[in-house]
């Protein structure tokens, strides 16, 4: 007994005399599921490339704990997921989980950071419905809602009559047809087709000739990251862009990481969305420099989301002191508000999403380079299906 309290002083005693807490070296293990290989890979190297420079900019040790990263590759595939989240909860005993690089892949997560109590940040997927799937999700990118009314009221307000959308046919894509269309139509104006191409492995050239058949004033695209450069290829070849039709989209298509190498054909093309690259600010352009530097590549959307979830996890921790108690970690993310490299966000505590600024661009060059310029700016947006819930 007596020695058992002498060895328990004695750890505090080193403990104290290192001028560190005694949890001090204790780890918090953070698992990121990401697609890594696959046709998203890049939504993986985007958001685990910004991870590392979070940590590598802001030390690897916060309020005692040692950060551990575990990236796992899901190569996109949902029963991947699924398996390798389990293994991290159970097998790692991760205190963050975070990732979810698609909407499935998000929804295959949920029962398992909800039977953890993980706290689990989803830094890239967008449909709207995630956060409801588990109460443990709290989310750092946007979601597509959010994006388009903001388009939607844009193109209402600027001549745009007759449209149509073409979206990729999976939960996003369903929730940027019908916001935008709502909207739109609600503003006064007229939708004359919606069209939904399939996710793996589109083939756009059947879809794009029915817009050549309608000729509506604009079409509104919604396909995720990574997949807009076949799109433009696509409507390109149909010569769609010499045609009339106005191009607007989600800034998931003009995706700051292919963006440069869709040719001029990109010029003008207008789109919505919560991040670019070329916004103006003191930290966008110290967190631009930064990933180029450390990665040799632009950020695009998916690496703020992935910046902004370390982020919340090192603030969180800070504020519970040290403990990886999964609800405690969630009380203190929510209501959280920062200044992002994408400009002034918050966590909604009543919904656990971002409320942000969606910048209305246009793809312009600059200094020989495509980009995504912003114009115009709608402030503090929230999830619109879910603004009555919100605080
Ligand atoms: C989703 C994926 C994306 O790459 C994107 O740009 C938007 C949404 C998704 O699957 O939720």
Redesign the pocket.
């Known amino acids: 007994m007596l020695r058992r309290q002498f060895l328990a002083a004695a750890a505090v005693a080193a403990a104290l005399a290192g001028g560190l807490p005694a949890q001090a070296q204790q780890v918090a293990k953070v698992g990121l599921v990401l697609p890594m290989t696959g046709p998203?890979a890049s939504?993986g190297r985007q958001i685990e490339a910004a991870a590392r420079l979070y940590i590598a900019q802001h030390g690897d040790t916060v309020a005692g704990r040692k950060i551990e990263l575990l990236v796992r590759d899901d190569t996109g595939t949902p029963d991947v997921t699924r398996r390798l989240t389990q293994e991290l909860v159970v097998n790692e005993k991760v205190s963050f989980l975070g990732g979810f690089?698609?909407?499935?892949?998000?929804y295959a997560a949920a029962p398992i950071a909800t039977q953890g109590k993980v706290p689990a940040i989803v830094m890239?997927?967008?449909?709207s419905a995630?956060t409801e799937q588990s109460p443990f999700f709290v989310r750092t990118?946007f979601t597509?809602p959010q994006a388009t009314v903001v388009m939607a009221d844009w193109a209402a307000k600027n001549g745009v009559k007759k449209m149509m959308s073409l979206v990729s046919d999976?939960?996003?894509g369903i929730d940027a047809e019908k916001s935008f269309k709502d909207r739109f139509t609600a503003a006064g104006g007229e939708s004359v087709g919606e069209l939904r191409v399939p996710l793996r492995n589109p083939d756009f050239a059947p879809f794009l000739q029915r817009v050549v058949d309608a000729k509506p004033d604009a079409l509104f695209v919604?396909v995720?990251?990574?997949v807009g450069a076949q799109f433009m290829k696509q409507f390109v070849e149909r010569g769609l862009d010499k045609s009339g039709v106005k191009l607007l989209a989600t800034g998931?298509v003009t995706?700051d990481d292919i963006l440069n190498d869709m040719g001029d054909a990109a010029l003008g093309v207008i789109t919505s969305h919560h991040y670019a690259a070329a916004h103006q600010s003191p930290e966008n352009k110290a967190f631009v420099d930064a990933f180029r530097k450390a990665s040799n590549a632009r950020p695009n959307?998916?690496a703020v989301g992935g910046w902004d979830g370390m982020h919340v996890i090192y603030e969180a921790l800070k504020k519970t002191g040290g403990s990886t108690d999964g609800t405690a970690l969630l009380d203190a993310m929510k209501g959280m508000s920062w200044t992002s490299p994408r400009g002034p966000v918050q966590i909604d505590a009543a919904t656990r999403e971002m409320v942000q600024n969606i910048y209305i661009r246009k793809v312009e060059k600059v200094e020989d380079e495509l980009h995504n310029v912003e114009f115009a700016t709608f402030e503090a947006v929230k999830d619109p299906t879910k603004a009555a819930k919100g605080g």
Do not use: N, R, V
């Open positions: 998203f939504t690089g698609l909407t499935p892949l998000a890239a997927a967008a449909t995630i990118s597509l999976y939960g996003p919604f995720p990251s990574g998931d995706d959307f998916m």
